[in-house]
């Protein structure tokens, strides 16, 4: 069942998110704590949740930390709060995207529909990526691009590898220094840059319009799988 937990405060928000989610046949629950959302979730088990970060009891960030101990599925961010250091907090604590208000509702679920999708198999690492166009094969750890191999350097296959594990999602900065350079190397943003500007040549992706890496400014980066 396609339930969805709002965990927000405003009223007007959840009867705006309610009449939206409803149209779209999608089952909601309310709360308007930090208590009765962690309690709802457990619960209720939904298939999604939309958190604020502004809610009276408990500041969200550490209400999405405490779901991340116990709930695996999607979590979207609905908050006021549009500094990237809040963006890059949330994301890094296990929320899979951020949205920030005002918003429209074909765009929250436009992200909604493209997290459902990406529920079923996110614990699946795919062994092969094809679009038609890029070939990823990650076991045999072979690429091809419209029928042509491409040489990647490891440091290329394995970011491109993370990058299409979460396809659809952002990836921090710092989860894919800490993945591919290792922990010492969070700080090191430059050695990312270069290795994205690399990949995007390589794979002839335009980074004003891309068809695989999308750049979050500040924040990460997200495999697109593809348009």
Do not use: C
Request: net charge neutral.
């Amino acid at each position: 069942m396609n339930t969805i937990l709002v965990i927000d405060d405003e009223p007007q928000i959840r009867r705006f998110l309610r009449i939206g989610l409803n149209a779209q046949h999608y089952d909601v629950i309310e709360a308007e704590t930090a208590k009765q959302g962690l309690e709802k979730a457990v619960l209720e088990s939904p298939r999604l949740i939309i958190l604020d970060l502004g809610l009276p009891d408990q500041d969200g960030q550490k209400v999405l930390e405490q779901l991340r101990e116990f709930y695996t599925g999607p979590i979207i961010i609905l908050s006021v709060r549009h500094h990237e250091s809040e963006k890059v907090r949330a994301l890094d604590a296990g929320a899979n995207d951020y949205v920030v208000k005002p918003f429209g509702i074909q765009e929250l679920l436009a992200r909604i529909r493209s997290l459902l999708r990406q529920q079923g198999d996110m614990d699946v690492l795919p062994e092969v990526f094809d679009d038609g166009v890029l070939h990823v094969d990650i076991v045999q750890r072979k690429v091809l691009l419209a029928g042509a191999p491409l040489r990647l350097s490891r440091k290329e296959f394995e970011l491109l590898r993370l990058l299409i594990s979460y396809r659809g999602r952002i990836v921090t900065q710092r989860q894919l220094l800490t993945e591919v350079w290792g922990k010492t190397h969070v700080e090191d943003s430059h050695y990312l840059r270069i290795v994205i500007a690399r990949l995007r040549a390589k794979l002839a992706d335009d980074p004003a319009a891309p068809r695989y890496l999308e750049t979050e400014p500040g924040v990460g980066y997200r495999f697109l799988g593809g348009k």
